[in-house]
């Protein structure tokens, strides 16, 4: 099939380059000249695992190629995917910016009927809005129909997610093109959910809101855990063992950060709202995580009472492991609370550190390793769970800091090594070790 996909950030790059791999003609297109340049030399500029390889695989048997000219870009397609951003607006709605920016472009360009595909995140209503807005700026006599096709893919293992995921949602009002998509998704080999258009875009919303719930009420046991003498690893593995909770998504931590889960969630509340419907567990949910990314710098602050002057080193900047990328990453929060107390910040992250010094305030250090980050330190603080930093063993701390006391906001370390190596070890919902 010949396909144009419009936005190459994570998604519609991850898409553009399986769509291609599994044998479609295709072409993205972005705005941003600069990213097309770099991609057009087979360079990504995302840091995703196996996409490099896809990419110069594809680009070089003439599947996939890039473009900032919408003319040259939707020339010749039957399909365009739409994977443009949906950043959260500042009453917590999706901002349709760059949507409504896309469309203008699509209708103005069109020349033959064509199926446009919403990958981007957006609130429930919004694909037939999107027919609107392109049917009412079209230029040329054309067609169009329009199918919805969330994303489910995870930053960090998204070529992985794309072939391996748990489904493909398509939805559409229209049996014809609800076969269409079926017939390009084939390829994938994946379980495919056929749906409507806005129960395909209420389901993207209902999974990220449901995970998010996952992540904040594990959170809440580890807190409660801490408090009256539980460990939440024992709780949480006892609870996933059974099947209608499932073991993933129960790792307690300084809350969830991300492009997604905290605008998606007040999206969905924001939608509520529209609807006349309040959502006191998805609320709460977004209250709890906010003050979940304040627990470990709380612990700091109850153990020493003032930290001013003290130095800090931050272990791990992103969102998560295996990621560049600093939206809403808890270590934002983190270091400007320590900052605001008086500590001095060095941090360190294997790969985030170019994007976290756009970020982070200007006072933070960066360190090249983990070692220059806790050298001469009082406190180190693990943030991201990175397996560099997993793997890095708790009796090395003491060789490098004035005393090793370790925060882990990740639970990276077992409490059996923690009391063997002998550094002071607190962690999230567990008790502290040789404090
Ligand atoms: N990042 C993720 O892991 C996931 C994101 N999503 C959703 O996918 C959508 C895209 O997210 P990301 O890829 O993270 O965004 P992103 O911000 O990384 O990339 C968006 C891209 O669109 C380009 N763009 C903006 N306006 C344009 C226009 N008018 N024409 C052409 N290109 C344009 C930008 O230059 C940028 O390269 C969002 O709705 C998001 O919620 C869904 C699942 C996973
Ligand atoms: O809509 C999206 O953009 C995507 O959002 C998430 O993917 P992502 O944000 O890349 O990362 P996750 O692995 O889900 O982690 C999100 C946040 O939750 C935190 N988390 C995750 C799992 C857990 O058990 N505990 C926990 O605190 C992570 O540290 C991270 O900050 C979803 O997992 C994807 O399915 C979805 O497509």
Known sequence: ????VIGTGYVGLVTGVCLAHIGNKVTCIDIDEE????????????YEEGLTELLQENINNGNLDFTSDYKEGLAGKKFVYIAVGTPQGEDGSAD???IDKACESIAQHLEENTVIVTKSTVPVGTNEYIKGKIESNLINEVTIK?????????????????FNGDRIVVGSDDEETLNLLEKINEGFK??????????AEMIKYASNAFLATKISFINEMANLSEKIGANIDHVAKGMGMDKRIGNSFLNAGIGYGGSCFPKDTRAIISIGKKAQYDMPILENVVDANERQRDILVDKVLKKYKDISGKKVAVLG?????NTDDMREAPSISVTNKLLANGAIVTAYDPVATDNAKEVLSSQVKFAKSIEDAIDGADIAMILTEW??????????????????????GRNCHSLELAKESGAVYHSIGRPSMND
């Not at 893919?153 to 998204?158: D, H, I, K, T, V």
């Not at 397996?387 to 882990?408: C, G, H, R, T």
């Open 35 to 46: 990213k097309i340049n770099t991609l057009k030399s087979g360079i990504s500029p995302i």
């Open 1 to 4: 099939m010949e396909i144009s």
């Open 387 to 408: 397996a560099e930093i997993k793997a890095y063993p708790l009796e090395s701390y003491k060789n490098y800091m004035n005393q090793a006391v370790i925060f882990d």
């Open 96 to 98: 349709l910016t760059y």
């Open 317 to 321: 900047l992103a969102f998560k492991p």
């Open 146 to 162: 329009i199918a919805s096709n969330p994303e489910f893919l995870r930053q960090g293992s998204a070529v992985y997610d794309t």
């Open 190 to 199: 994946l379980p495919i959910v056929r749906t409507d258009l806005r129960s």
